[in-house]
C-alpha cells in the first residue's frame, strides 16, 4: 500500500506491506464552493451578532489584522470583497491599515509580504507588520480577568473601526482560531502572549473547547479590552478550500463557525495506534517545527503509550523561533526539558520545548524534515534522512493485531477515540 503525505509545496510517498491493517485517517470531504468570494459577498451582507455598517462609515480609521505566511488563510478570496464593502461604505483606501499578526514570530519583512497578501492589497493599502518584542510600537490598555496584562500594537488599538480575518480551525490549546485571536495574540507584545499562553497548562484549554475553556476566554477578554468590532472568518475545507464564510460581532462569529469546523475536521477511531504516518498538512503548516509541532500533539491523542510516530514535515525555516532554539542548548532528555520548563515558569518559545518534550516522552518519535540533522537532534527530534527504511524497522518490531494509522492533515483534524470501543 502506497500512501502519500503532504509535505512542504509537494508530498512524499510511504510503502506499507499488504498484510498489516491500515487506517486513513482523513474527515469526509465535502463538496468545494464553486464561487468563493460571491460567498464571503453574501456573508458581509448577512452580518452576524447584531453587528451593522453604520460605525464602519462613520470613521475615519479602519484597521485589519490579517494572518502572517504561517496561516493558510485564502486572502485572495475574502479580502477582495471585503474591500469593495469598505470602499462602498465610502471609506477611502487611505483610511485603511493591514496589519499582519505575526505574534511571537518574527516580524515579516516587506519583501515577505506578497507571501500573505495579494498585490492589489499591497498596491492600495498601507501594511504594517507586528513585532511583539517593541515597546515603541506598543500600548497598555489593563487587565483581564485573569490578570493578562494587555499590550497590543497601538495603531491596531487606536484606529476607529478594527476587523479581523482569519480561519476558523481546531487550536490544540485555545480550542479553536478564528473571531478576535487574530488581534488578541497575533498583535500583542510578548508579556501578553506569555501571560495568556500559561493557561495552556490547566487542562481545560484544549483542543475544540471553547466556553470553559480558560486560555481561549482569555483571548475573549483581550479582545473586549481592544475593541475588536468585526471578525470576518471563513472554515476552510482538508484541501484548504472555503467551505463556509461567516461575518459579524466576533463572539457571534465563533459560536457559528465552531460547529461548522468541527463537522470538518472531527472524526472518531476504534482504538489507538501502534505506529502512526503523520504530516501537518504541507505548506504552510509545517514551515517550521514550530508549527508543525501541532501535527504531533493531535496524533498523540491517538497513539498508544510506545507507538512510533513518524512526522513527515518539510520545515525550511527550522525551529521556527530564536527563543526555542536558544533555551534548548543544553537540554539532554525530554524529562530535561519538561523538569526546567516547570522550575522557570511560562515562556513562549520554550512552551514549544515542553509541548514537544510532553507528547514525545510518551512515543517514539521519528521526525523527516529538510531541517539541518545537527539542528533537528539539538531539538530532540530524532531526525531519520531515510523516511521509508526508518518506517520499515519500525514495522519489523511490530505483532500481529497492531494497528497502523495515517494522518495525513493531521493539524487540522480533531482526532478522538471512541469511548464506546
Known amino acids: 500500500m502506497r500512501f502519500e503525505l503532504p509535505y512542504g509545496h509537494s508530498s512524499v510517498a510511504v510503502h506499507v506491506p499488504e498484510n498489516f491493517s491500515v487506517d486513513l485517517i482523513e474527515p469526509e470531504k465535502i463538496v468545494a464552493v464553486e464561487n468563493p468570494e460571491q460567498l464571503v459577498t453574501l456573508a458581509l451582507d448577512h452580518l452576524l451578532g447584531g453587528a451593522d455598517w453604520e460605525r464602519a462609515a462613520a470613521s475615519n480609521s479602519v484597521a485589519i489584522a490579517v494572518n502572517d505566511k504561517t496561516r493558510p488563510v485564502p486572502h485572495h478570496h475574502l479580502l477582495p470583497p471585503l474591500m469593495a464593502k469598505l470602499k462602498m461604505l465610502g471609506i477611502p483606501d487611505m483610511a485603511i491599515t493591514f496589519y499582519l499578526a505575526v505574534g511571537t514570530h518574527p516580524p515579516m519583512a516587506a519583501s515577505e509580504f506578497p507571501i500573505a497578501l495579494p498585490p492589489e492589497i499591497l498596491a492600495n493599502y498601507t501594511v504594517v507588520s507586528h513585532n511583539s518584542e517593541d515597546p515603541e510600537q506598543l500600548v497598555y490598555l489593563g487587565e483581564t480577568k485573569r490578570g493578562t496584562p494587555v499590550w497590543v500594537n497601538q495603531g491596531y488599538a487606536m484606529a476607529d473601526y478594527k476587523i ?139 497513539a498508544n503509550p510506545g507507538a512510533h510516530v513518524f512526522i513527515a514535515a518539510a520545515c525550511p525555516e527550522g525551529a521556527g523561533s530564536q527563543h526555542y532554539e536558544d533555551w534548548m542548548v543544553g537540554k539532554l532528555t525530554y524529562q530535561d526539558i519538561i523538569k526546567q520548563f516547570i522550575a522557570e515558569g511560562f515562556r513562549v518559545g520554550p512552551h514549544k520545548a515542553f509541548q514537544i518534550a510532553r507528547d514525545a516522552s510518551k512515543v517514539h518519535l521519528h521526525w523527516y524534515s529538510e531541517m539541518d540533522i545537527g539542528n533537528a537532534h539539538r531539538l530532540l527530534l530524532n531526525p531519520v534522512t531515510d523516511l521509508q527504511g526508518a518506517v520499515d524497522s519500525a514495522l519489523a518490531s511490530l505483532k500481529s493485531g497492531n494497528l497502523i494509522g495515517v494522518l495525513p492533515h493531521a493539524a487540522s483534524t480533531i482526532p478522538t477515540i471512541d469511548s464506546r470501543s
Open 164 to 302: 479581523v480575518v482569519g480561519n476558523i480551525e481546531p487550536h490544540q490549546f485555545a480550542g479553536f482560531s478564528g473571531g478576535v485571536k487574530s488581534a488578541a495574540i497575533g498583535l500583542c507584545g510578548m508579556q501578553t502572549i506569555n501571560h495568556n499562553h500559561n493557561l495552556m497548562t490547566d487542562p481545560a484549554s484544549e483542543l475544540g473547547k471553547y466556553e470553559h475553556n480558560p486560555m481561549r476566554q482569555d483571548i475573549e477578554d483581550i479582545g473586549r479590552l481592544i475593541g475588536v468590532d468585526l471578525a470576518l472568518n471563513a472554515v476552510l475545507d482538508q484541501d484548504r478550500q472555503i467551505a463556509h464564510a461567516l461575518v459579524g460581532e466576533p463572539r457571534a462569529v465563533m459560536l457559528a463557525g465552531m460547529p461548522l469546523a468541527q463537522e470538518i475536521c472531527q472524526l472518531t477511531v476504534k482504538r489507538p495506534y501502534d505506529l502512526l504516518l503523520v504530516s501537518p498538512g504541507g505548506h504552510p503548516k509545517d514551515i517550521n517545527v514550530y508549527q508543525a509541532q501541532k501535527a504531533l500533539r493531535h496524533a498523540a491523542r491517538i
